[in-house]
């Protein structure tokens, strides 16, 4: 799969010299992330129910995040990888079940949990007049997630789930001045026995014509309620650049 967005990331740049569009581009972000929520309960209702997050102190991560756009008059298509992977461990204060296997208290136990994600979507520019410009479309979303327990190199279980969900896309852009703009979107959908919500706020300054740094935040949020419960809230403060062709 990363080969496979290499290759994408590879066309699009290719193309940049057969169009002038403004607001195609290769960005690349990082930063730190840290959850304020990771609930598991696999499979419940059987199982214990507990938060990695709250039990390993809900410590701060470094992340990356790779992100391409190639605009064709009202039109774009994106490409996005996201990888997450949060690892900690944490003397238990009591017993926890989890997949059926009894975790016991007084322990030091290894976390881990993994929530990488592959997209592509469109994008279509409804609205650019004066300073904003609002675009709305769809993505679809590999999910590829595990979660892992471990108690020294005798006790192990884990969960893995490769998934697709659909996701509904907006954007707005603010043109604060010349050089500085405002960026909000959101990549979501909720119903059934769960939600997603991938949501960011973020400024960009242009260094040069083509390249820009930018800083902000974003939330990620959701998760679902099936045999297995699992519902996660990370925060991440990001920085990056980008290079627009």
Known sequence: MRRFYTYLFAIIISLSGKAAFAESY??????????????????????????????????????????????FGNHSITAIYSPLVYKNSAVLPSDIKFQNKTF????????????????IGYMYQFYNKGRWTLSTGVTGKIR????????????????????????????????????????????????????????ALQGFYDISDTFSVLG????????????TYTFATFHYYTLGLRYTF
């Open 26 to 71: 290769f960005q690349m972000e990082t930063g730190t992330y840290k959850p304020s929520r990771m609930e598991v309960q696999i499979p419940e209702p059987s199982n214990s129910l507990f938060d990695i997050g709250s039990l390993t102190g809900n410590k701060s991560e470094y992340f990356y995040r790779i992100e391409g756009r190639y605009q």
């Open 216 to 227: 902000g935040y974003r939330i990620l949020d959701g998760g679902a309620d099936t045999e």
């Open 104 to 119: 016991a208290a007084g322990n030091l136990t290894d976390f881990s949990y993994q929530f990488n994600s592959y997209r």
């Open 144 to 199: 590829d997630a595990k979660i892992e327990v471990r108690q020294g190199n005798t006790i192990k279980e884990s969960k893995s789930n490769i998934g697709f969900v659909p996701l509904l896309d907006f954007e707005a852009v603010y043109k604060v001045t010349e050089k500085f703009k405002l960026r909000f979107d959101v990549d979501g959908l909720g119903g059934g026995p769960g939600y997603a919500v991938d949501a």
